[in-house]
């Protein structure tokens, strides 16, 4: 495997890698929860040793059915000498074997052989995620992404990979969209990166996602945030005739609300109250301009008016739509004119 990263390579600590960079080594722990992420870390380590070794012989292994002996069957070496690949899934589910086993052969990898060891999260196998961890392999944090500007990134650095571009608005409205589910999101930008033949814009992205209920209820928000009532309460009417919740429609307009209120509050300059706040650059500064149109009466009025939506439309109401309306109508009521 002279191509790649030498298998036995470590340090005295772990190395910490993201599941874009990370390279094969002895041993890899691929940990965390997010699903989408680990696949991504272990789709990424198969490809770069497939590369430096096309006769590598992959073996996938489950640790909650493991049986004894089984790992070191199948890191021996070979009478015709293919580097090994083993992917073992479910670690966190590991059998007492497993564990055994799996300590052991930390303490004398294979030197043809890489190991990838996938671990959901909890507890269990604690002992043998600290061992990897202390022998200074490789770590890859698989966590969820929570944030809208964690997921903001992602969709930029994915284009960015590819070596294509996409707007700022761009990135939001797909965050919008299809920022629920981190498969979901990718696919989307995957799509986008093979179909558009220039830079990705907003408009591009409505066109591919405006449908989904998520990208409509922030057009609702936006227009209720830019004072237009009438286009806010005409999209509005239109997302409900069509069939959609209520619930996501009055929770777009809550983020918005809490975005500007967070940003009225802060103080330095877009850069600094990003970090603070968590939040992107750009979004800070779509929100300062925000806060421009905005008294702190009408931006209380307009937070009391959508939590008393959010209420009712969660049942609180016999009537949800009157209840969304309602909010609308006081969000882009309160608005400055200038």
């Known amino acids: 495997m002279a191509a790649a990263p030498s298998p036995r390579t470590r340090t005295s600590a772990s190395n910490t890698a993201t599941w874009r960079d990370v390279a094969p080594a002895g041993v890899v ?65 590991m059998t007492d074997a497993f564990l055994a086993d799996a300590l052991a052969y930390l303490a004398r990898p294979e030197p043809d052989a890489v190991l990838v060891l996938r671990h959901a999260g909890g507890v269990r196998g604690k002992k043998l995620l600290d061992a990897v961890k202390t022998g200074g392999w490789p770590v890859v944090d698989c966590q969820p992404l929570k944030k809208d500007a964690d997921k903001a990134a992602f969709v930029a650095t994915e284009f960015r990979a590819a070596g294509r571009r996409i707007d700022s608005d761009a990135v939001r409205t797909l965050v919008n969209a299809v920022g629920a589910n ?22 591009l992205v409505d066109r591919y996602y405006g449908g989904r209920i998520e990208a409509t209820a922030f057009k609702v928000a936006d227009a209720a945030m830019a004072g237009n009532g009438p286009a806010a309460l005409s999209t509005l009417r239109h997302a409900l005739a069509t069939g959609a919740d209520p619930v996501p429609l009055v929770a777009a307009l809550a983020a918005k609300l809490r975005t ?17 706040l968590g939040m992107q650059a750009w979004l800070v500064e779509q929100a300062q301009r925000d806060v421009r149109r905005w008294t702190p009466e009408g931006l209380i009025r307009s937070i009391q008016a959508t ?16 209840a969304v309306e309602h909010a609308v109508t006081v969000i882009a009521t309160s608005v400055l004119r200038h």
């Open 307 to 322: 939590a008393e939506a959010d209420a009712q439309v969660k049942g609180l109401s016999r009537d949800p739509v009157y």
């Open 29 to 93: 722990l691929v940990g965390g929860p997010e699903e989408y992420l680990g696949i991504r870390a272990m789709d990424h380590i198969r490809s770069q040793v497939r590369a430096a070794s096309p006769d590598v012989e992959v073996t996938r292994l489950n640790a909650g059915s493991y049986e004894a002996g089984t790992l070191a069957m199948n890191v021996s070496p070979s009478l015709f000498g293919e580097s090994k690949l083993i992917e073992v899934e479910g670690v966190e589910t």
């Open 260 to 276: 500007v209120a967070k940003v009225a509050g802060a103080q330095g300059s877009s850069a600094q109250i990003a970090k603070e």
């Open 182 to 203: 981190l498969s979901e999101l990718a696919a989307a930008c995957s799509q986008l990166i093979a179909d558009a033949s220039g830079a990705v814009t907003s408009d």
